[in-house]
């Protein structure tokens, strides 16, 4: 608290020290200051981070509802003794107004004595000396004239000389001028060895008149029974202070007279009915004072309370706050430790089972106790297999593709080939068929005109031979020739081959000499692909101009040629 120990602040009151608990607060809200000041975007930060800062701000919340509520507590706590020291000074200044009230009926029932209604002063001091005697509370009884002087001194001998001048004139004054009773402050007697008592006075009427002023001298020692039986606990001070700021009673007692402290002084000075403060006692305590104004008397009564007391209660529970806090940030720290361990933990593992998934292998299954990482573990361990299983198909694609590219590429080399197997055997008939076709528009030779269109028919059954292979793709495809096997005269063979060479021969004036076995020679083979062979073989010999020989013999079961 910023001022005095008490929550109401109406009537001021000295700066109070420091507490623990508004030390804390002041942290809390130059944390909050940071906190508002942060960015609003963050750097990434690691999950044990991230787990710290939600335990601590859980916990934050917690701590300031905690200051919250002890801050309530220790102002409910103060509120209770305020109004408690309050309740105090009405209880006491009650009974000191009735004491005062009680002399002021007596003497108003003095006042009204056949002796002092026929002027007899010493019947009335005879009556004087009995009523003084069953008053207790009373050192003395008086009766003064209009001005001041005394008329009548019970504690003194009759006919002792009295004081002509007043010693409390204001009162006497106030009582004569108001026509009602009066209640001075602490006075001495100086006749009765400076004794000190308050002075009570209630003005004697006659036809609206004041004739006399009787007074009833209270002793102090009253006041102080008063404030005794209050049985204060031991380093509380209370004390009852008349208009002028002298002390009437106090516990712990002092001397009756003394003044009050300089700071309660201060604070009763205004005219304040009520209030509190916080102060030095007499004996340099320091306390906390709550102070009430008699409406009546126009004293006060202050009650003070140590102010270890007060500040003891807010300490105590700022001690008592701030090893709540360290409990909670401890509390805070460990749980995010051990959320960290059961969350980061597998949480790193599934970040090197994903860099595992990336390279296509399957790392073993992350186990945890936390639902959702357990999800995450079994749906990466499902991608890692799935993403395995798909490898391995396309590895067995790729296979395939590569097989299939290889046959592709067979295929494609033996097409090649075998068109240009082809071409080359389809350009072999066309020569014999452009020399016949000469031959037959030069000869009207009928037996040559006959040997040439068979020799042309033989070639065109060889060419449309070759141009069925041609159509057949799938053959081309395997690269594969049919051979159509049958039992064929060599000399058919031989006769077919030099068909299709004599005109490369002739046009190279080459001479080819052919000589025949004597008797007729057969195998068992493809007549067309045989006659492309020995076709071939004398194609060769006509482009480089060497002369060409093929002899043809039997030997055992074997046509030998060459």
Same mark, same amino acid.
């Given at each position: ?52 800062? /939600? ?6 919340? +917690? ?40 002399? $002021? ?30 008053? @207790?509370?009373?050192?003395? &009884? ?26 409390? @004139? ?20 100086? &006749? ?69 402290? @300089? ?45 270890? $007391? ?26 995010? +430790? ?8 597998? /949480? ?81 008939? &066309? ?10 528009? /030069? ?19 060889? /060419? ?5 292979? &041609? ?42 000499? $052919? ?48």
């Amino acid at each position: 608290m910023a001022r005095g120990a008490f929550p109401h602040g109406g009537h001021g009151g000295d700066q109070c020290k420091v507490t623990p608990l508004d030390s804390i607060r002041a942290d809390l809200s130059f944390v909050l200051r940071l906190l508002r000041q942060l960015p609003m975007r963050l750097l990434p930060m690691r999950l044990r981070t991230s787990l710290f800062l /939600m335990a601590f701000g859980t916990a934050v919340p +917690l701590i300031a509802f905690a200051l919250v509520a002890a801050n309530l507590v220790v102002k409910q706590e103060n509120e209770s003794l305020l109004n408690a020291a309050k309740a105090r000074n009405r209880a006491v200044m009650s009974a000191v107004d009735g004491e005062v009230r009680d002399a $002021i009926h007596t003497l108003r029932a003095l006042s009204v004595t056949p002796g002092l209604d026929a002027d007899d002063l010493q019947a009335f001091y005879t009556l004087g000396k009995k009523v003084l005697a069953s008053q @207790p509370s009373w050192n003395n &009884l008086l009766v003064h004239d209009p001005q001041g002087r005394q008329l009548v001194n019970v504690s003194l001998p009759w006919g002792s000389t009295l004081l002509s001048n007043p010693i409390a @004139p204001a009162s006497i004054a106030q009582a004569v001028s108001t026509g009602q009773p009066a209640v001075g402050n602490l006075t001495v007697a100086p &006749l009765l060895q400076n004794r000190l008592g308050i002075p009570v006075r209630v003005p004697v009427m006659r036809d609206g008149k004041v004739v006399y002023v009787l007074t009833a001298v209270l002793e102090p020692a009253a006041f102080q029974e008063l404030l005794v039986a209050q049985e204060l606990p031991r380093e509380w001070v209370t004390g009852l202070v008349d208009g002028e700021g002298r002390l009437i009673a106090r516990v712990p007692p002092t001397n009756t007279g003394t003044l009050a402290s @300089p700071d309660y002084l201060e604070k009763t000075r205004g005219g304040a009915r009520e209030g509190w403060y916080r102060g030095k006692t007499l004996e340099r305590a320091d306390t906390y004072t709550a102070f009430l104004r008699s409406d009546f008397t126009g004293w006060t009564i202050g009650y003070a309370l140590p102010a270890a $007391i007060v500040t003891g209660v807010s300490d105590r529970v700022a001690w008592l706050m701030i090893a709540g806090v360290l409990l909670s940030l401890a509390s805070a720290a460990a749980i995010g +430790l051990w959320l960290s361990r059961r969350i980061a933990k597998p /949480m790193s593992e599934l970040a090197a089972a994903a860099v595992v998934l990336a390279s296509g292998s399957v790392s073993p299954k992350v186990q945890s106790s936390i639902r959702e990482i357990d999800l995450l573990s079994n749906a990466l361990d499902r991608s890692a297999r799935a993403i395995a299983e798909r490898d391995r198909n396309l590895h067995q694609s790729q296979e395939e593709l590569r097989k299939q590219a290889a046959e592709l590429r067979r295929a494609d080399t033996n097409r090649s080939q075998f068109l240009a197997l082809l071409a080359h055997e389809l350009r072999n008939p &066309l020569a014999p068929l452009r020399t016949g076709v000469a031959i037959l528009s /030069m000869q009207p030779d009928s037996k040559r005109a006959a040997d040439t269109r068979a020799m042309m028919e033989r070639q065109v059954a060889h /060419m449309a031979r070759l141009i069925d292979d &041609l159509i057949d793709v799938s053959r081309i495809d395997r690269g594969v020739l049919e051979l159509r096997r049958e039992v064929v005269a060599v000399d058919s063979v031989v006769r077919s081959a030099v068909e299709t060479a004599k005109p490369g021969l002739e046009a190279k004036q080459q001479q080819l000499v $052919i000589r025949y076995a004597a008797e007729a020679l057969y195998f068992d083979g493809d007549s067309l692909r045989l006659s492309q062979v020995l076709a071939n073989l004398l194609t060769t010999p006509a482009s480089s101009r060497r002369q060409a020989d093929m002899s043809k013999w039997r030997q055992g079961w074997t046509a030998m040629m060459w």
